[in-house]
C-alpha cells in the first residue's frame, strides 16, 4: 500500500516537472523575455474586469454545489457550498486527472453524513456537462481555418465526447462492474459498497447544465477580455473554440494543472489565429494567473478552513 502510495506520488512530481519544463521552455521561445514592455502595455480597467468574471465564475460554480446539494436532499448555505467548493479547486488541481475533486464528496460525508457516492454523483454531474460543453465547443473547430495539432485534438476531442456519451447511458453498468471489484477488497465494508450514480430528473439535470454553461461562458469571456487588455481584438466564437481545445489537451496529457501542455496548446492556437508569438504566451500567462493560479492559491486558503472544520466534527 504505502508503495502503491508513494509510486504514484512519485509519478505526480514527474509529470508536475515535465509540465514546468515544457513550461519554461514555451516561454523561452516565446521571446517574452526580451519583450517583456509589452506586459506594461496591458490595459488595467480590462484586466481588472477579467479579474472579475474570474470571481463570477467561482461564485457560479459554489451555486452549482449548493443547488446540487439541495437537489439530493442536504441544504447547505452559500458559506458552506463556499467552504467546500474552493477547497475542491486546490485539491482537483493539484491531482492528474481532477481526481482530487472526490474531497467534495468526502466534505460531505464527513461533515453531513451524506452517502458518499451521492456525493459522488453530484460531482459526476458537473464534470459530465462541463467536459460535454468543452467537447463540444472544441469541435466547432470544422467551422475555423485552423489545422496541424488543432486536428489531432479535435479527434481526441470527438472520441472523447462519444465515449462519455456512452459512459452515461451506460452509468449503472460500469459503475456494476466497479463494485464488483471493489467488493473483493479485504479493506472495504461490503454494506459501504454502493457505486451507483443517483440520477436526477431532467429539469434538475438541465438546469445543472445551464449553470455549468454559464460558468464556461465566464471562462471564454475572461481570455477575451485579457487579449483585448493586451490589445487584440479578437473573434469571441474562435477564442472560445481554441480554449476548449487547450483545456483538453490539458486533460489528456494527465498532469496537474495541464501546466506546460495548457499553455503551449493555448499559445500555439493563438498564433494560428494571427496573434504573434510573444503576444499570445503574455494573454495566456496572464490569463492563467488570474484564473488557475490564482483559483489554486484561494483554495490551498479555503483547503486549511475545510479541514479544520472536518477536524473539530471528528472531535466532537
Known amino acids: 500500500m504505502n508503495f502503491s502510495k508513494n509510486t504514484k506520488k512519485l509519478l505526480q512530481i514527474i509529470l508536475l516537472l515535465v509540465g514546468l519544463g515544457i513550461l519554461v521552455f514555451i516561454i523561452k521561445q516565446s521571446g517574452i523575455i526580451e519583450n517583456y514592455q509589452l506586459l506594461f502595455t496591458v490595459s488595467i480597467p480590462l484586466l481588472v474586469i477579467a479579474f472579475a468574471l474570474s470571481n463570477a465564475n467561482i461564485i457560479v460554480k459554489i451555486y452549482r454545489w449548493k443547488y446540487l446539494s439541495e437537489k439530493y436532499n442536504q441544504p447547505i448555505t452559500l458559506k458552506e457550498a463556499s467552504i467546500v467548493t474552493v477547497s475542491s479547486l ?3 488541481n493539484i491531482t492528474p486527472g481532477k481526481i482530487g475533486d472526490l474531497f467534495k464528496a468526502y466534505f460531505m460525508q464527513k461533515k ?4 458518499f457516492f451521492d456525493g459522488v454523483s453530484m460531482i459526476f454531474y458537473e464534470r459530465f456537462f462541463e467536459l460535454m460543453i468543452l467537447f463540444l465547443t472544441a469541435t466547432a473547430i470544422i467551422f475555423i481555418n485552423l489545422r496541424g495539432v488543432s486536428v489531432i485534438i479535435l479527434e481526441l476531442s470527438a472520441a472523447l465526447l462519444l465515449l462519455l456519451a456512452l459512459f452515461y447511458h451506460k452509468a449503472d453498468y460500469f459503475m456494476n462492474l466497479l463494485e464488483k471489484i471493489v467488493i473483493r477488497l479485504p479493506i472495504i465494508k461490503t454494506n ?3 457505486f451507483h450514480i443517483k440520477k436526477l430528473p431532467f429539469l434538475n439535470i438541465f438546469a ?3 449553470i455549468t454553461f454559464i460558468s464556461l461562458v465566464l471562462e471564454f469571456a475572461r481570455l477575451w477580455v485579457v ?7 479578437l473573434n469571441p466564437f474562435q477564442i472560445s473554440i481554441v480554449f476548449s481545445l487547450a483545456i483538453v489537451a490539458g486533460l489528456v496529457s494527465q498532469i496537474p494543472l495541464g501546466i506546460g ?4 496548446s493555448l499559445s500555439y492556437l493563438l498564433q494560428e ?3 504573434n508569438p510573444v503576444g499570445a504566451i503574455t494573454i495566456v500567462l496572464t490569463d492563467r494567473i488570474i484564473s488557475m493560479y490564482y483559483a489554486l492559491i484561494l483554495g490551498f486558503i479555503f483547503s486549511k478552513v475545510s479541514l479544520d472544520t472536518l477536524n473539530n466534527e471528528v472531535s466532537q
Not at 227 to 233: N, Q
Not at 261 to 264: A, D, N, P
Open 227 to 233: 487579449a483585448l487588455a493586451f490589445g487584440f481584438l
Open 208 to 210: 445543472v447544465f445551464i
Open 273 to 275: 489565429m494571427g496573434v
Open 261 to 264: 501542455i495548457m499553455e503551449g
Open 192 to 194: 459501504e459498497v454502493n
Open 112 to 115: 453531513y453524513a451524506m452517502n
Open 90 to 92: 486546490y485539491f482537483a
